[in-house]
Structure formats: structure tokens, C-alpha cells
């Protein structure tokens, strides 16, 4: 059975005890196949720009910052989402917390404890959603992510350079950059 509690017996036949990491590995090749052209493109822009002459620490910098971006966002956003779910939880409070949020929490923490696959079928899954939670966002498609990630897409990307451009930016070489953030 699917959920049956992890044993050091394996069983005979154990394909049916692998279903979930391997429904889990599939959603997470599928992700990537999704957004394959997505990420294509946007590796060959990072490509571009380092082709610009943008390199070492300054290409760095800015990818790290994208970076931090992307995954900063597929990260907050389900941290929200649990917060909207204990705000809205029914029941008496323990605490400030209540009890039937406790409770869900102590059941899915007892599940994951117990069993190993499900565990591990849950990681693979929520690398799969950042995966499609980035992808979304180079894409364009707001399915999942909330916000557009492509460097340059010609719609809803960044704002021009002059929009932006500062005194103290004098220095800053637009040639490297221009259509490509």
C-alpha cells in the first residue's frame, strides 16, 4: 500500500511503494520541461551579458541578486499562504495559536517522522513548484508566480535606464546592460 508505515522488511513486490517518489521525480522533470525553452533563453541572455564584458564579481553580483529575487518570492509567498491558514484556522486558542492549526501541523510533522518516502516525495515536490514558480516567472505566464522575472521580454520587464538613472551612476557603462535587465 501507498502509505503503508516504512518496515526493515522491503516487500516482494514493492512497485506500488514506489508510486510517490516516483510521481514526485516525474512532476519534477516535468517542471523543468515546461519551461525548458524559458530557461534556454534565459541562459543565453546571461550569456549575452557576460559577452558584454560584464565579468567576475559584477557579473556576479547581479545574477546573485536575481537569484535571491526568484527564490526570494517562490519562498515568501507559501509562508503567506500558512499564515493565512493559521489566521483563519478554526477552533479554541492554545496560546495564540489554534488548536486545529496545532494539530494539522503535529499530524503532517508525525507524518513526515513516520514516513520516509513521503518525506522524501515532499522535497522533490517543492523543489518541482520552485522550479515551476521560477519558470512561470521567465515565462511570462502568471499561473504561479506573481511577477515577471525575464530580463528583457519587451512587455513588463524592468524600466528604462533613463527612468531610473541617478547622479551617482555617471560611472555605470549602459552599453554592458542596455536591453538585457
Known sequence: PLLALETDERPEDSRESDLLPL?????????????APAF????????AISAAGVQGEEFWSAFR???????????????VWIGEVLHSSPGPLLGVLPISFLGANILVLGLFATQPKIRNAFSVLLVALTINFVGSGLDGTVNNADYNLALDDGVKGCPAYEEVRQPSMDGFDITKYDGRW
Open 40 to 47: 534556454a533563453q534565459f541562459a543565453s541572455q546571461w550569456a
Open 65 to 79: 541578486f536575481w537569484a535571491f529575487f526568484a527564490l526570494g518570492h517562490a519562498l515568501i509567498k507559501p509562508a
Open 23 to 35: 510521481g514526485a521525480t516525474a512532476a519534477l522533470a516535468l517542471s523543468f520541461a515546461v519551461h
